[in-house]
């Protein structure tokens, strides 16, 4: 059985990274808990500077990890956040007037246009014809108003060109250091209502909104939801035909420490008198901890146990060749623990659970493991994604005669440093790899790769699997769908988020507290909305099809955001009924404040939920 040190020396420096190489030779660190890298070889810490990394980690362990490498996900928020946090108005055609654009165009080339700044000089209304005056609007743009006709008009009648557009820097309401969003697409341009809201003007169009068109933008609000009616019908159907067990208790109640989930959820699914008591309703409690389960807690339960379970730490599943975050089965986890097959059981069971009860797991693995799942055969592209250099190997061998490579029926594979050689067949060291059977060694080679080196654990894990979900179930789904019903999906679509969301009290989509709520989550990057996410639902990850498929504690419950409290109070979540209570605040810049703090500390202390 595994054992878990005392909290005290858990995870010092020296366990917690492995170290391993790069294509080019060259060593380096990974860090199972943070799932970072480093080159520097990591050495001991003082006291003090292991208790702040221990804090460090308390913290990185309530975050569920994105489906993207963390090294993939920094360089794209860093592209979005490059941009000018100053949106543009482009070129466009004023609600009235013409184009200032147009009207540049058909100025002489040499001729030096000076126009009034009207963010830092009075107006000047010398030269106005008679019966006209000047007038600053809300957004800081000048106007003129002809009381001969009684219009007004962008077009300054002394030069014949519209008035510039404002600065926007200067604009009320804006919050430049902060969004950081990009520029606005051609020919919008954002102004601030009387009563404080932001609205958006299209030029192009003429049509005005309260909906930032960013929002349409998969840059910065994330990919579209990849929709599939085909996935949801397979979906409706696994779930009918996992039927609810007869003759057993009401609920089936699990109390572990937060300390000890593995160990202590380990014993407890092992030793169940009947497996059928599993797919009851599960009343989850965390030691010390006061609180009811009406699905909130079993959410966390099942995120916090999949960290453990996956943790290259404990020797049962370690990363793909290619990075730091896929994982598969360790075919040497027998030398890590020699329970390791009751452990693949259990964590079948664990994986079977999470979806007869329609949970998800922060985990990832490559993709022949779903394969292996579906009873699948695993092609020479799967290795693409595991191992390029093999990959690349096999695929010339393929296209091109390997007569010359002198190859053999075997391979060489490195146990612990040490290299032995494998036969592919019985005899294969004798027998050469030719034109006409190299479709046999690139199959046997993938065959011993993937199956063989992990058959004992796979059937393992398959076990407990199939005593939850059997697999006539599940094979009505291919290997990338698999995926999405175990983990859900990684990127968060900000759009589809706010579609689905529903307001209670006095909070409605056009608000100005919702208004910023929404702007403030645009600005986000995609773990701090996935960290928000967490902090209202119990995780991270989103149904296949959208927010519209969320779940809550009575089935079906869109994400819902109510009106509670004065602004002296902090947000709060019920993550049963996947509700935000947040107060009506007074400025954009304390929503966003209280609501970070509310974030932060929920993955400090525990979920922030009420139940």
Not at 536 to 554: A, C, D, I, Q
Request: hydrophobic share 30%.
């Amino acid at each position: 059985m595994i054992r878990r040190p005392p909290r005290s020396t858990l995870f010092p420096y020296t366990t917690l990274f492995r170290s391993r190489q790069d294509a080019n030779g060259r060593t380096y660190y990974v860090n199972h808990i943070a799932r970072t890298t480093q080159w520097d070889r990591p050495t001991g810490a003082t006291p003090n500077e292991e208790e702040t990394q221990l804090r460090s980690l308390e913290s990185v362990q309530q975050e569920f990890q994105r489906r993207f490498h963390i090294s993939v996900d920094e360089t794209d928020a860093h592209s979005q956040h490059s941009f000018d946090s100053t949106p543009s108005t482009g070129t466009a055609t004023p609600v009235q007037g013409s184009s200032p654009t147009s009207s540049r165009r058909q100025s002489s080339a040499n001729e030096v246009i000076r126009e009034p700044d009207p963010s830092n000089a009075t107006l000047d209304s010398e030269g106005l014809p008679r019966g006209w005056t000047m007038q600053v609007a809300p957004n800081g743009r000048v106007f003129f108003i002809d009381h001969n006709t009684k219009n007004t008009s962008w077009i300054d009648p002394r030069t014949g060109r519209p008035s510039p557009l404002p600065n926007q820097n200067n604009l009320p309401n804006r919050r430049q250091q902060e969004d950081n969003l990009g520029p606005l697409p051609e020919g919008w341009e954002e102004r601030v209502h009387t009563d404080g809201r932001i609205f958006f003007i299209d030029h192009n169009t003429r049509m005005t909104q309260w909906e930032d068109p960013r929002l349409s933008n998969p840059a910065i609000a994330g990919p579209a939801v990849p929709y599939s009616r085909d996935y949801k019908r397979k979906y409706e159907y696994l779930k009918s035909q996992l039927k609810k067990p007869s003759n057993v208790p009401s609920k089936f109640e699990i109390k572990v420490r937060r300390t000890s989930i593995l160990e202590d959820s380990y014993r407890i699914l092992s030793n169940v008198p009947r497996v059928d008591v599993l797919k009851t309703k599960l009343w989850i409690e965390f030691e010390g901890e006061a609180g009811l389960d009406y699905g909130g807690l079993s959410r966390e339960w099942f995120f916090l146990l999949s960290r453990e379970m996956f943790n290259p730490y404990y020797g049962l599943f370690e990363y793909s060749a290619t990075d730091n975050y896929t994982l598969q089965i360790n075919p040497f986890s027998g030398m890590c623990n020699e329970d390791h097959l009751r452990y693949f059981k259990f964590i079948g069971r664990v994986v079977g659970m999470a979806i007869y009860h329609g949970k998800l797991l922060d985990a990832f693995f490559i993709r022949p493991f779903y394969k292996m799942m579906l009873g699948k055969p695993i092609s020479l592209k799967d290795m693409e994604s595991v191992d390029s250099e093999y990959y690349n190997s096999l695929k010339w061998i393929l296209e091109n005669d390997p007569a010359d490579l002198d190859l053999r029926f075997c391979v060489d594979e490195e146990t612990f440093g040490l290299m032995h050689q494998r036969e592919l067949k019985p005899g294969g060291a004798e027998l050469p790899v030719t034109q006409e059977n190299k479709l046999e060694y690139i199959e046997l080679v993938i065959h011993g790769r993937f199956v063989l080196r992990i058959q004992p654990q796979m059937s393992a894990f398959m076990e407990g699997f199939n005593e939850i979900v059997p697999l006539t179930h599940i094979k009505i789904f291919d290997e990338h769908e698999l995926e999405l019903l175990i983990g859900g999906i990684g990127m968060i679509d900000v759009k589809d988020w706010k579609l689905n969301c529903v307001y209670k009290g006095d909070y409605h989509p056009n608000h100005i507290v919702i208004q910023w709520f929404w702007r403030v989550v645009l600005s986000f990057n995609n773990e701090m909305r996935a960290r928000l996410l967490q902090f209202v639902t119990g995780t991270s990850r989103v149904p296949m099809n959208g927010f519209k498929e969320l779940y809550g504690s009575n089935g079906p419950q869109s994400f819902t955001i109510e009106k509670w409290g004065t602004p002296n109070n902090y947000p709060r979540a019920h993550t049963c009924f996947n509700r935000l209570d947040l107060p009506p605040y007074e400025s954009y810049q304390e929503l966003r404040e209280k609501l970070i703090t509310a974030v932060d500390g929920a993955d400090t202390s525990g979920f922030g939920g009420v139940d």
